[in-house]
């Protein structure tokens, strides 16, 4: 971990990442963590290929702003690194992409050196920080050393925003969108009832008994997030319709991942 931090991993609650770590196949969660993604694996069967969904989904957007000539990301709720990270996407396609990360969960604290290793022409940041509290994001040393918000940033919020309930989320994310220059994009998945009411209602309640909150919001909740933002085809869709690279999902899909998918763009 970063020199001269410690942290306290909390062992014995769940945490969203870590959860999200098993679901990808991954080997940093505790027992507090498993039991709580076994019993939202009993709620929602699919939920795994909903977490390689998002993760895929992360992949293309980037590439596809990275394409579009965006050269700045930041990414809050980064997660646990899972190669490949958003800044090895980005900086494959452009070397001298420059990325900022941002996290509140201390092991994702402990892994930082595995997000810092980007191309030598590039830059990769990490922040120990909480989206709930976005000024620190914005006025942080990391990010303002790392990131000019006179050029175009990709603000990357994937599988994040439903773990904010309530209204306050629509806030922090103008605010997070409010300084970044025109051409900026928001990237976002949201976790939705609208396709599994039933298995979506249980997973709630798992992710509650384990003192996580979270808020699947319809679509035209999930729109709300991008009222002035311009979007780009296809718009709002199920995770896996995203430009999906020519291959056409099977329709049974749609029932089985409960997620929305969009990225917007700052006018």
């Not at 009993?42 to 590439?63: D, Q, S």
């Not at 990131?147 to 990709?154: E, I, K, M, R, Y």
């Not at 900026?184 to 909150?213: K, R, W």
Request: proline fraction near 8%.
């Amino acid at each position: 971990m970063p020199d001269g931090i410690t942290v306290d991993l909390r062992q014995d609650q769940p945490h969203s990442a870590r959860i999200y770590d098993y679901f990808l196949g991954g080997k940093d969660w505790y027992d507090a963590d498993r039991e709580a993604a076994e019993q939202i694996e009993r709620a929602i069967p699919n939920v795994r290929l909903l977490a390689r969904t998002n993760r895929e989904f992360m992949h293309r957007a980037i590439g596809f702003l990275a394409d579009q000539g965006i050269r700045q990301f930041l990414d809050i709720g980064t997660g646990i690194p899972t190669a490949p990270n958003l800044h090895q996407v980005a900086q494959e396609i452009a070397p001298e992409a420059r990325v900022v990360y941002a996290d509140n969960d201390p092991i994702v604290l402990a892994h930082a050196r595995a997000l810092l290793v980007g191309t030598p022409e590039g830059r990769t940041e990490y922040l120990h920080a909480d989206i709930t509290e976005p000024d620190s994001i914005l006025d942080a040393a990391q990010l303002r050393d790392a990131l000019d918000l006179s050029q175009p940033v990709a603000l990357s919020v994937i599988a994040l925003a439903h773990f904010v309930t309530g209204e306050r989320i629509y806030d922090v994310i103008a605010t997070l969108l409010e300084p970044l220059a025109p051409g900026s994009c928001l990237v976002m998945t949201h976790f939705t009832a609208d396709f599994d009411p039933e298995g979506v209602a249980n997973t709630v309640n798992v992710y509650q008994q384990g003192g996580i909150g979270i808020e699947p919001r319809d679509k035209a909740s999930v729109g709300r997030f991008f009222e002035d933002l311009e979007m780009i085809d296809p718009g709002i869709v199920p995770i896996h319709r995203w430009r999906p690279g020519g291959i056409e999902p099977p329709q049974s899909y749609d029932d089985k991942l409960p997620g929305y998918a969009a990225v917007g763009r700052k006018p």
